[in-house]
Protein backbone atom coordinates (compact mmCIF):
# COMPACT_ATOMS: atom_id res chain seq x y z
CA UNK A 1 0.00 0.00 0.00
CA UNK A 2 1.41 3.09 -0.91
CA UNK A 3 0.73 6.19 1.28
CA UNK A 4 1.15 9.74 0.87
CA UNK A 5 0.96 11.94 4.57
CA UNK A 6 1.50 15.03 5.12
CA UNK A 7 1.35 17.55 8.10
CA UNK A 8 0.68 22.07 7.88
CA UNK A 9 -0.06 22.71 10.96
CA UNK A 10 3.23 24.24 12.12
CA UNK A 11 5.94 26.24 10.54
CA UNK A 12 7.84 23.04 9.62
CA UNK A 13 5.47 21.64 6.32
CA UNK A 14 6.13 17.88 6.48
CA UNK A 15 5.89 15.34 4.19
CA UNK A 16 6.19 11.36 3.80
CA UNK A 17 5.51 8.70 1.49
CA UNK A 18 5.49 4.99 1.93
CA UNK A 19 5.17 1.50 1.31
CA UNK A 20 3.12 -1.41 3.54
CA UNK A 21 4.32 1.02 6.34
CA UNK A 22 7.69 1.43 5.68
CA UNK A 23 8.72 5.48 4.75
CA UNK A 24 10.59 5.84 1.05
CA UNK A 25 11.06 9.54 1.40
CA UNK A 26 10.56 12.05 4.19
CA UNK A 27 10.85 15.93 4.31
CA UNK A 28 10.33 18.85 6.13
CA UNK A 29 10.10 22.30 4.62
CA UNK A 30 10.14 25.57 7.01
CA UNK A 31 7.58 28.00 5.57
CA UNK A 32 6.08 30.94 7.50
CA UNK A 33 3.13 29.58 6.24
CA UNK A 34 1.60 26.51 3.46
CA UNK A 35 0.29 28.16 0.32
CA UNK A 36 -1.76 26.36 -2.71
CA UNK A 37 1.22 27.24 -4.43
CA UNK A 38 4.49 25.33 -2.65
CA UNK A 39 2.18 22.32 -1.85
CA UNK A 40 2.06 20.84 -4.93
CA UNK A 41 5.38 21.11 -6.39
CA UNK A 42 6.31 19.75 -2.81
CA UNK A 43 4.05 16.98 -3.09
CA UNK A 44 5.08 16.20 -6.95
CA UNK A 45 9.14 16.45 -5.67
CA UNK A 46 8.96 13.80 -3.25
CA UNK A 47 6.78 11.17 -5.14
CA UNK A 48 9.18 12.04 -7.90
CA UNK A 49 12.05 11.05 -5.62
CA UNK A 50 10.29 8.20 -4.45
CA UNK A 51 9.62 7.01 -7.78
CA UNK A 52 5.73 6.84 -7.45
CA UNK A 53 2.97 8.84 -9.37
CA UNK A 54 -0.36 10.38 -7.80
CA UNK A 55 -1.92 7.51 -9.63
CA UNK A 56 -0.38 4.86 -7.79
CA UNK A 57 -1.35 6.05 -4.39
CA UNK A 58 -3.15 3.71 -2.60
CA UNK A 59 -4.95 6.52 0.07
CA UNK A 60 -3.66 9.75 1.94
CA UNK A 61 -2.85 10.66 5.27
CA UNK A 62 -3.36 14.16 6.91
CA UNK A 63 -2.60 16.03 9.91
CA UNK A 64 -5.43 17.67 10.83
CA UNK A 65 -4.18 20.34 13.91
CA UNK A 66 -4.49 22.10 15.77
CA UNK A 67 -1.99 24.73 14.37
CA UNK A 68 -2.25 27.57 12.08
CA UNK A 69 -5.28 28.03 10.27
CA UNK A 70 -4.32 28.86 6.94
CA UNK A 71 -1.91 25.85 6.93
CA UNK A 72 -4.02 23.40 7.88
CA UNK A 73 -6.70 24.20 5.36
CA UNK A 74 -4.60 23.99 2.49
CA UNK A 75 -2.95 21.13 3.31
CA UNK A 76 -6.63 19.47 4.01
CA UNK A 77 -8.31 21.27 0.86
CA UNK A 78 -5.47 19.89 -1.30
CA UNK A 79 -5.53 15.87 0.36
CA UNK A 80 -9.28 15.95 0.21
CA UNK A 81 -8.81 17.44 -3.61
CA UNK A 82 -6.93 14.86 -4.53
CA UNK A 83 -8.29 12.07 -2.60
CA UNK A 84 -11.48 12.96 -4.59
CA UNK A 85 -10.01 13.07 -7.98
CA UNK A 86 -8.56 9.50 -7.49
CA UNK A 87 -10.97 7.82 -5.57
CA UNK A 88 -8.68 6.98 -3.02
CA UNK A 89 -9.64 6.61 1.11
CA UNK A 90 -8.03 9.17 3.30
CA UNK A 91 -7.09 9.37 7.07
CA UNK A 92 -7.09 12.30 9.44
CA UNK A 93 -5.34 12.08 12.68
CA UNK A 94 -4.49 14.87 15.32
CA UNK A 95 -1.01 16.48 14.56
CA UNK A 96 -0.61 16.43 18.70
CA UNK A 97 -0.52 12.69 18.28
CA UNK A 98 2.16 12.86 15.66
CA UNK A 99 3.95 15.16 17.68
CA UNK A 100 3.95 12.57 20.62
CA UNK A 101 5.34 9.64 18.69
CA UNK A 102 8.78 11.71 18.45
CA UNK A 103 9.21 10.69 21.70
CA UNK A 104 11.47 7.49 21.48
CA UNK A 105 11.22 6.39 25.15
CA UNK A 106 8.28 4.85 26.82
CA UNK A 107 6.37 6.47 30.09
CA UNK A 108 4.40 9.91 29.60
CA UNK A 109 4.19 12.34 27.09
CA UNK A 110 2.80 15.77 27.30
CA UNK A 111 2.48 17.48 23.64
CA UNK A 112 2.92 21.08 24.07
CA UNK A 113 2.12 23.57 21.35
CA UNK A 114 2.41 27.41 20.94
CA UNK A 115 -1.21 28.86 20.88
CA UNK A 116 -0.46 32.07 21.00
CA UNK A 117 -2.32 34.79 23.53
CA UNK A 118 0.16 32.96 26.22
CA UNK A 119 -2.19 29.54 25.93
CA UNK A 120 -0.94 25.90 25.11
CA UNK A 121 -2.53 23.09 22.69
CA UNK A 122 -1.68 20.34 24.56
CA UNK A 123 -2.32 16.84 25.42
CA UNK A 124 -1.30 13.78 27.76
CA UNK A 125 -0.51 10.50 26.65
CA UNK A 126 0.96 7.18 28.24
CA UNK A 127 3.34 5.42 25.27
CA UNK A 128 4.73 2.11 25.48
CA UNK A 129 6.71 1.04 22.43
CA UNK A 130 4.72 2.19 19.25
CA UNK A 131 1.21 2.37 20.70
CA UNK A 132 -0.40 5.47 22.25
CA UNK A 133 -2.53 5.85 24.93
CA UNK A 134 -4.65 9.31 25.28
CA UNK A 135 -4.92 10.24 29.00
CA UNK A 136 -6.18 13.40 28.18
CA UNK A 137 -8.67 15.09 25.74
CA UNK A 138 -6.85 17.83 23.72
CA UNK A 139 -6.41 20.64 25.38
CA UNK A 140 -6.42 24.59 24.56
CA UNK A 141 -5.52 26.38 27.89
CA UNK A 142 -2.71 27.93 30.40
CA UNK A 143 0.10 25.86 30.99
CA UNK A 144 -0.50 25.89 34.73
CA UNK A 145 -3.65 24.36 34.16
CA UNK A 146 -1.68 21.56 31.75
CA UNK A 147 0.93 20.91 34.50
CA UNK A 148 -2.11 20.11 37.07
CA UNK A 149 -2.93 16.73 35.06
CA UNK A 150 1.17 15.47 35.22
CA UNK A 151 2.46 13.01 38.26
CA UNK A 152 5.88 11.63 37.88
CA UNK A 153 7.93 11.57 35.03
CA UNK A 154 6.60 12.91 31.55
CA UNK A 155 8.69 13.74 28.11
CA UNK A 156 7.53 17.16 27.38
CA UNK A 157 7.62 17.75 23.52
CA UNK A 158 6.25 20.33 20.88
CA UNK A 159 7.20 24.50 20.12
CA UNK A 160 5.52 25.61 23.25
CA UNK A 161 8.38 23.51 25.25
CA UNK A 162 10.50 26.87 25.01
CA UNK A 163 7.76 29.14 25.72
CA UNK A 164 6.71 27.89 28.74
CA UNK A 165 9.74 25.74 29.85
CA UNK A 166 10.41 27.63 32.90
CA UNK A 167 6.85 27.03 34.12
CA UNK A 168 7.45 23.53 33.20
CA UNK A 169 10.84 23.08 35.11
CA UNK A 170 9.29 24.47 38.27
CA UNK A 171 5.92 22.26 38.95
CA UNK A 172 5.95 20.66 41.82
CA UNK A 173 6.01 16.59 41.41
CA UNK A 174 6.76 16.54 37.98
CA UNK A 175 10.49 15.17 36.92
CA UNK A 176 10.37 16.97 33.78
CA UNK A 177 12.54 15.32 30.46
CA UNK A 178 12.26 17.00 27.25
CA UNK A 179 12.63 15.99 23.81
CA UNK A 180 15.03 17.79 21.92
CA UNK A 181 15.16 20.51 19.21
CA UNK A 182 14.79 18.47 15.96
CA UNK A 183 11.81 16.88 17.54
CA UNK A 184 9.38 20.09 18.14
CA UNK A 185 7.21 19.82 14.95
CA UNK A 186 4.97 17.23 13.48
CA UNK A 187 7.14 14.42 11.02
CA UNK A 188 4.87 12.65 8.50
CA UNK A 189 6.75 9.81 8.33
CA UNK A 190 4.99 9.29 12.60
CA UNK A 191 1.88 10.35 10.26
CA UNK A 192 2.62 7.32 8.51
CA UNK A 193 2.33 5.03 11.43
CA UNK A 194 -0.48 6.00 13.03
CA UNK A 195 -2.28 5.88 9.93
CA UNK A 196 -1.63 2.74 8.66
CA UNK A 197 -3.41 1.49 11.61
CA UNK A 198 -6.24 2.66 10.17
CA UNK A 199 -5.93 1.86 6.86
CA UNK A 200 -5.16 -1.98 7.92
CA UNK A 201 -8.69 -2.03 9.59
CA UNK A 202 -10.33 0.53 6.58
CA UNK A 203 -11.40 2.82 9.26
CA UNK A 204 -11.67 5.44 6.53
CA UNK A 205 -13.05 8.96 7.30
CA UNK A 206 -15.41 10.48 4.77
CA UNK A 207 -13.12 13.18 2.94
CA UNK A 208 -16.22 15.63 2.40
CA UNK A 209 -16.52 16.01 6.03
CA UNK A 210 -12.66 16.00 7.20
CA UNK A 211 -12.28 19.28 9.41
CA UNK A 212 -9.37 20.45 10.76
CA UNK A 213 -8.91 20.15 14.83
CA UNK A 214 -9.85 23.84 15.97
CA UNK A 215 -9.63 24.28 19.74
CA UNK A 216 -10.25 27.79 19.26
CA UNK A 217 -14.07 28.76 19.36
CA UNK A 218 -15.26 29.87 15.87
CA UNK A 219 -15.50 33.22 16.33
CA UNK A 220 -12.10 33.93 17.81
CA UNK A 221 -9.77 34.06 14.74
CA UNK A 222 -5.81 33.77 16.14
CA UNK A 223 -3.29 35.48 14.21
CA UNK A 224 0.76 32.95 14.25
CA UNK A 225 3.20 35.64 14.01
Known sequence: MNILALDTSSKHFSLAVAKDGKTLCYRSILLKKVLSDSIMPAIQGILKKSGLTLAKLDGFAVGLGPGSFTSLRVG????????????????????????????????????VCDAKRNMAYACLYQKKGGALKRKSKYLLTDIENVLKQIKGEATFVGD??????????????????????????PQAKHLVALAMKRFEAKEYDKAESLVPLYLYPKDCQVRNK
Not at 83 to 110: M, R, T, Y
Open 160 to 185: GVPLFREAIEKATGIKAHFAGEKQMY
Open 76 to 111: LSTVKGLAFALKKPVVGVSSLDVLALNVKEDGQVCV
